[in-house]
């Protein structure tokens, strides 16, 4: 005989959830199991937990985190469930009395929505923190290595390596250095064989033009 008052919220659920990797079997639920995973999601530990936290004194009639007591409460309260066949999912609470209703129905939904949004690619977030601090711990193992290895060329006497992320690669430039020199070397001796030839074409003093390009060769490099 006593009035019953109900509140309730509705809450959209994509029909295409982003996936990470097309290879991810957490995407490759039918949408009926996906909803089904939503609904029991609601009803989380740490979700419900959070929602209490946020709700002020006059909800609550305590403060700080939520008790193991309240949580099991308020989950036994809620009532969670597909809004037929529909891409829609009610969460609702029932009460002798309209007060705080509507107040706890939309802090366990915002909570929710927030889990949800900060879940969206499956723990982004963390798998890219994770990435990015292994590419620094790689980074300083390689400057590590670089640096042991450049003191012991030091203790050496040879030529060291440059270290550091915008060092470039001493093999490389070794390399390069190599390939700049060969290619001036051809060159030289292009342009040598081809004065040899033209000297050698000569009919008369071909000694004569020889001992002159002799004389020039010397004059030119003081080592000769």
Request: hydrophobic letters at 35%.
């Amino acid at each position: 005989g006593k009035p019953v008052y109900e509140s309730h919220s509705v809450v959209y659920i994509s029909p295409r959830f982003p996936k990470m990797l097309s290879s991810d079997s957490e995407t490759d639920l039918p949408y009926d199991s996906y909803v089904a995973d939503q609904i029991q999601t609601v009803t989380r530990y740490d979700i419900l937990a959070d929602a209490i936290a946020k709700m002020p004194y006059s909800i609550r009639q305590q403060s700080g985190p939520a008790l193991p007591n309240e949580v099991e409460q308020l989950k036994q309260q809620l009532d969670i469930k597909r809004v037929g066949s529909t891409y829609e999912m009610s969460i609702s609470m029932l009460g002798y009395s309209p007060r705080n209703l509507a107040d706890i129905v939309n802090t366990v939904t915002d909570t929710y929505v927030e889990r949800a949004k900060r879940e969206e690619f499956y723990g982004l977030d963390s798998r890219l923190s994770t990435l990015h601090k292994e590419r620094d711990r790689l980074q300083q193992e390689m400057d590590e290595h670089l640096t042991e290895q450049a003191q012991l060329m030091q203790q050496l006497g040879v030529a060291t390596i440059p270290t550091g992320e915008t060092s470039q690669n001493v093999y490389d430039s070794s390399v390069q250095t190599l390939g700049q020199q060969l290619a001036a070397a051809r060159m030289e001796r292009r342009a040598a064989e081809a004065r040899m030839a033209v000297l050698k074409g000569t009919d008369s003093n071909d000694q004569a033009a020889l001992d002159a390009a002799a004389d020039q060769a010397i004059a030119a490099d003081g080592s000769l």
